[in-house]
């Protein structure tokens, strides 16, 4: 219960956040939803935004087959079509098997998959560590959810 509420307040504060930016029709991507690794959901939230200053976003994802949970600052959105991949760093995380390679500090990036509404259409690709927006990975997983990219 407790990460659905703390879920919740994040996603109430991003809107607030960025709503401003999103009405002048800045490039945007943001989404969330689940999907399944290693036989169990993963719960995900993601938004970033192109301002005059950069790129600003967050990503909160919880592992669960890894009881894993962690948050990142994005810095860096490239959008190619129906795809957008995301990077940044790593600013916390929480959990009984941590992966060596996850700690605050550590560079991610991540790929979304838009292809519209309804069941298990949008996708997101594995969050690779050690990464900068990069868009050549191979494995994705459909999610329920829903991912939207604006240009």
């Known amino acids: 219960m407790r990460t659905k509420i ?11 956040l960025f709503s401003g930016v999103f009405a002048q029709g800045n490039a945007h991507v ?15 939230v993601f938004n970033a935004v192109e301002t005059n200053d950069g790129v600003v976003g967050h990503l909160v994802y919880h592992l669960r087959s890894f009881n894993v949970s962690f948050q990142m600052s994005l810095d860096c959105m490239q959008i190619r079509g129906n795809r957008a ?10 959990g009984d098997n941590i992966p060596f390679y996850i700690f605050p500090g550590s560079r991610a990036s991540f790929t979304v998959e838009d292809n519209g509404n309804g069941r298990n259409k949008d996708r997101i690709s594995d969050v690779v560590f050690g990464a900068r927006c990069i868009d050549d990975l191979d494995t994705y997983i459909p999610i329920q959810g829903n991912i939207s990219i604006k240009e």
């Open 6 to 16: 703390s879920l919740t307040v994040v996603l109430i504060i991003f809107s607030a």
């Open 85 to 94: 991949t995301l990077s940044g760093t790593v600013n916390s995380v929480t």
């Open 30 to 44: 943001n989404g969330g939803g689940t999907g399944v690794e290693f036989g169990k959901k993963s719960t995900f």
